[in-house]
């Protein structure tokens, strides 16, 4: 879609389009559940496998190897084929460092505030969930890499991977039959893709925040900052030590009062966070593609392994 006027398709041909980007996303699913769940399953009954490798260094590798892949191979294959140019969404848009700070605050705001409401379900419903033994400790340099080698994982080549797959192609495609369907949609979409409904809470609220920045610069460079913010200020929670306890309550309240001091100064409306339109059609053509209906039944096997 190249052309800029406004096409006029079929709904066979929007389920065609949609399918083209929704088996690449079956196939971001698949793969991210045999990490979380395959590679556990693995140590377990079969040590034998990692050929006395440290199974968290693989699964931190594995992680790597496969955002790179994802991004670099079905999701670059699908932007051609729909004839997304990503580039047009790499360029830098003109934000100031003290209002992007502020966009930083928002979204680790959400983040934070959703994910503290997503724990209750984790622990309520005992949902299984990923982690790593060596987070906060830097007791020896073995372990010292590995937390850097997370840190690069988790909080740069994820993000980076992730906002140009579900907002630089998944929302920008969807945004052709509707901006803000393409918001909501892609947020959706980005939801059905994490490993748990714990993690999925929060990925949808975030990831209706980054699509909105998205839209609005209309580059996916200011949701990828945001994005690595947010990522980069969970494992800093994640890693401190007990003795510090207090650091991440101190932050936490800075974080707060810096996106309240956002929404008073207008840095970012309200209005436009929480702002959606509601179009029946489009989604009856997104829940009946049937590369959608996989990742959804991908979903819920994700789940069902959750619990076990």
């Not at 992680?63 to 830098?92: G, W």
């Not at 003290?98 to 605050?105: K, Q, T, V, W």
């Not at 724990?119 to 949902?127: G, P, W």
């Amino acid at each position: 879609m190249s052309d800029k006027r406004p096409q006029i398709i079929t709904r066979k041909q929007a389920k065609r389009q949609i399918n083209t980007l929704g088996y690449s996303l079956a196939i971001y699913i698949v793969l991210s559940i045999l990490l979380w769940y395959g590679t556990p399953f693995l140590k377990v009954y079969f040590p034998s496998v990692f050929m006395n490798a440290d199974p968290e260094l693989v699964m931190l590798v594995f992680t790597a190897v496969m955002m790179l892949f994802l991004l670099y191979v079905p999701f670059r294959i699908t932007s051609r084929n729909l004839d997304l140019n990503i580039r047009d969404y790499l360029k830098k848009p003109a934000l100031s460092a003290d209002r992007l700070l502020m966009l930083c605050a928002m979204g680790a705001a959400i983040s934070l505030a959703v994910t503290g409401i997503s724990s209750y379900l984790h622990i309520l419903l005992h949902i299984h969930s990923l982690s790593y033994s060596f987070y906060g400790n830097f007791s020896t340099p073995y372990n010292i890499g590995l937390n850097v080698l997370c840190f690069a994982v988790i909080v740069l080549i994820k993000p980076w991977c992730d906002e140009q797959i579900f907002r630089g192609i998944i929302q920008r495609q969807l945004g052709h039959y509707g901006r803000y369907f393409g918001v909501l949609a892609s947020s959706f979409l980005y939801a059905i893709a994490q490993p748990n409904l714990s993690e999925a809470l929060p990925a949808f609220f975030l990831g209706w925040y980054l699509a909105i920045l998205t839209l609005r610069y209309h580059s996916v460079r200011s949701a990828v900052s945001v994005h690595i913010f947010t990522a980069a200020l969970s494992w800093l929670i994640t890693v401190l030590p007990d003795n510090l306890v207090l650091v991440p309550t101190v932050i936490v309240i800075l974080i707060y009062v810096a996106a309240a001091f956002a929404l008073v100064q207008r840095i970012i409306s309200l209005n436009i966070i929480i702002h959606f339109e509601w179009d029946s059609r489009l989604w009856k053509i997104l829940l009946t593609s049937s590369s959608v209906i996989l990742c959804i039944l991908l979903f819920i096997v994700s789940i069902v392994l959750s619990f076990l």
